[in-house]
């Protein structure tokens, strides 16, 4: 494969890789919100609950903003390539004629 495949792959595979382990904070936290509200806990067990579920809100958020530069990237690297496909049709056109 060229570099340029690769950079692309590689940038596909870390938006999945991001997807999923987006996914993966997002089911601990829920898991985490049901714990805070279905059981009786003491306050340090609260507080301990109240302190992952912040953690897991933060980490979450980094990925999402992570995952949308990775998006806007990818996006910039496609337009990119759209109008290097577009010039090389050009000129391969005004070649023939």
């Known amino acids: 494969m060229t570099k340029k495949k690769l950079e692309n792959l590689g940038i596909a595979l870390e938006i999945d890789g991001l997807e999923k382990k987006l996914s993966q904070r997002r089911r601990d ?11 009786e806990l003491s306050s ?9 579920k ?6 979450a958020s980094n990925y999402e903003k992570e995952l949308q530069l990775l998006r ?23 070649w023939t004629l």
């Open 29 to 39: 936290l829920e898991a985490v919100n049901s714990r805070l509200y279905e059981a």
């Open 72 to 94: 806007q990237e990818n996006q910039k690297k496609m337009l990119l390539s759209v109008a290097i496909f577009l010039l090389q049709t050009l000129i391969y056109a005004y």
């Open 44 to 52: 340090e067990a609260r507080r301990s609950l109240e302190k992952e």
């Open 54 to 59: 912040s953690h897991l809100m933060h980490k």
